[in-house]
Antibody, heavy 119, light 107 residues
Framework: EVQLVESGGGLVQPGGSLRLSCAAS????????MHWVRQAPGKGLVWVSR????????SYADSVKGRFTISRDNAKNTLYLQMNSLRAEDTAVYYC????????????WGQGTLVTVSS | DIQMTQSPSTLSASVGDRVTITCRAS??????LAWYQQKPGKAPKLLIY???SLESGVPSRFSGSGSGTEFTLTISSLQPDDFATYYC?????????FGGGTKVEIK
């Protein structure tokens, strides 16, 4: 069974840092692009970042560029999101998602991890 | 960035009803449009891609149509499991964007 399990969320003060992890199983992780998508409480979905299969290429939404870094460890079947200089508006559930067909289609998604930025 | 506008934002319907949700793009996206279903507290699930292709395992009562700037998701006969929020997503160009969502509620 294909499974994605996020961890690392929590409460952090504005300006702080947090690293999210996404453990993948049930598929050949190293063959797929991966993404992070977030959803603020009661709001819609917003794409955050993408990494290609070998980690050599990344892209980011303008709202997180320069503050967030996506990476992966194919030996550990794990995706990461390093989040620095966090702001209140970064408060959201963060989902990792597999790029199903290599063109920004997301399937499946993990269950999400909540990041709350507040003093 | 391409803006995606869904309507209605909320829809009240009964089991067995035919339901249609509309998604409009601010510029042409050809057929690069996907639909997701999200239930409360759960992750989204891909239903349809490339405007009208049904993802494996998705019931055939779901269908999608459209191209260019106007798209629809249709549920032919609403089932109890279908009460959820539906999002469209364009993936035509870098800068993936989602619609604001349509919540399908029990009437």
């Amino acid at each position: 069974e294909v499974q994605l399990v996020e961890s690392g969320g929590g409460l952090v003060q504005p300006g702080g840092s947090l690293r999210l992890s996404c453990a993948a199983s049930g598929f050949t992780f190293s063959s797929y692009w991966m993404h992070w998508v977030r959803q603020a409480p009661g709001k819609g979905l917003v794409w955050v970042s993408r990494i290609n299969s070998d980690g050599s290429s990344t892209s980011y939404a303008d709202s997180v560029k320069g503050r967030f870094t996506i990476s992966r460890d194919n030996a550990k079947n794990t995706l990461y999101l390093q989040m620095n200089s966090l702001r209140a508006e970064d408060t959201a559930v963060y989902y990792c998602a597999r790029d199903q067909y290599g063109d920004y289609l997301f399937d499946p998604w993990g269950q999400g991890t909540l990041v709350t930025v507040s003093s | 960035d391409i803006q995606m506008t869904q309507s209605p934002s909320t829809l009240s319907a009964s089991v067995g009803d035919r339901v249609t949700i509309t998604c409009r793009a601010s510029q042409s996206i050809s057929s690069w449009l996907a639909w997701y279903q999200q239930k409360p507290g759960k992750a989204p699930k891909l239903l349809i891609y490339k405007a009208s292709s049904l993802e494996s395992g998705v019931p055939s009562r779901f269908s999608g149509s459209g191209s260019g700037t106007e798209f629809t998701l249709t549920i032919s006969s609403l089932q109890p499991d279908d009460f959820a929020t539906y999002y469209c997503q364009q993936y035509n160009s870098f800068g993936v964007t989602f619609g604001g969502g349509t919540k399908v509620e029990i009437k």
